[in-house]
Nanobody, 121 residues
């Protein structure tokens, strides 16, 4: 199973970016998914999460500016980031709990490789 994050880049303060995360491999089902970020010198933190049923959760710092979504059929997850601020600058990672192979397969947690988001002031 692999998670591939994409969509990062350099944007001015107040701008927008849309991150995508694709899952591939021997996947029976994907349960909770989430976006995390890690800024230089800081710990990795949860940005937003979404259940397989679409229930969402956001860090207080991004509420009202970021929107997480997923397409279960395509095994994709997205993060629409609006009104970006310099403090949003970080490497963004996607994360997913995946049931591997069959309905009785093991549920494992996977990380994507990260995509850099830089917001200039």
């Amino acid at each position: 199973v692999q998670l591939q994050a994409s969509g990062g880049g350099l944007v001015q303060s107040g701008g927008s970016l849309r991150l995508s995360c694709s899952a591939s491999g021997s996947i029976f089902s994907i349960n909770d998914m989430g976006w995390y970020r890690q800024a230089p010198g800081k710990q990795r933190e949860l940005v937003a999460s979404i259940t397989s049923g679409g229930r969402t959760n956001y860090a207080d710092s991004v509420k009202g500016r970021f929107t997480i979504s997923r397409d279960n059929a395509k095994k994709m997850m997205y993060l629409q980031m609006d009104s970006l601020k310099p403090e949003d600058t970080a490497v963004y990672y996607c994360n997913a709990d995946v049931r591997v192979g069959t309905w009785y397969g093991t549920s494992k947690n996977y990380w994507g490789q990260g995509t850099q988001v830089t917001v200039s002031s």
